[in-house]
């Protein structure tokens, strides 16, 4: 594959970003413009195409750490930090357009936090404390590990409803496989927490498992929607 300085003007992914719009681009293209140069013999959209045989998706490329990064030849530090920050930037942005409407239901979850946790490499528990015209008050991290009755426990998660004086929350946590579907200790841990939250008179909107959607499952388990709650 020729440098990219060697390419036509009007093919050279910048130009044609330029000319037509990021959408017009094929995603290593994009990637090779973050990168901005190659190495000897290899030029940036190679090293992106490589990267993604490597990593074989976004996803799984978004989660590697900058310092597993760098250590691929033809990044180093520098282009590591460039694409984390880009990922971070996107993230950033899905939650941010995200929090401005209300949270109704698992896909409003999803698109409120399934771009910053499919970047985690373990399981984090988030509680969403809302109002009742189900409007975000505020996020919190419950727990962030191997998630089991020992690492969370339902007083972490009515204390955070109770001091935002939530009418609603709604529990997520991700898979870092991928895979949404519920353990049994989900499930167990998920109707203690609606039996639980029926004496403390605050509404348990959903508990919201996020993954990435594949062609074996999609990218959220709910379960409301699965008739849980």
């Given amino acids: 594959m020729p440098k990219i300085m060697e390419m036509p003007g009007e093919e050279r992914p910048r130009e044609r970003l330029w000319r037509h719009g990021a959408a017009s681009l094929r ?17 940036a959209i190679a090293l992106a195409d490589e990267l993604f045989v490597k990593y074989s998706s976004l996803n799984e490329l978004c989660r590697a750490s900058a310092h597993e990064l760098a250590k691929i030849k033809g990044l180093g530090p520098t282009k590591a930090i ?34 910053e946790l499919r970047q985690l490499p373990c399981e984090t528990m988030r509680i969403l404390t809302l109002t009742a015209k189900l409007r975000l008050i505020a996020m919190e991290q419950i727990s962030s590990g191997i998630l089991n009755e020992t690492t969370v426990h339902p007083r972490e998660i009515f204390r955070a409803a109770i001091a935002h004086n939530a009418a609603y ?14 353990s049994q200790a989900d499930i167990a841990f998920t109707a203690q927490l609606r039996e ?11 508990h919201v498992i996020l993954g990435v959607e594949s062609t074996a499952h999609p990218a959220y388990f709910s379960f409301r929607e699965n008739g849980y709650l």
């Fill in 82 to 115: 460039q694409l984390k920050a880009a990922f971070e930037l996107g993230a950033r942005l899905a939650k941010t357009q995200a929090s401005q409407h209300p949270v109704e239901c698992a896909e409003d979850v999803l698109q409120l936090l399934g771009e």
């Fill in 169 to 182: 929350f709604i529990l997520v946590h991700n898979h870092p496989s991928g895979d949404p579907s519920p």
């Fill in 27 to 43: 995603t290593a293209e994009l990637l090779a413009i973050l990168l901005r140069t190659g190495i000897q013999g290899k030029s």
């Fill in 196 to 206: 639980a939250a029926k004496l403390m008179q605050i509404n348990f909107q959903d």
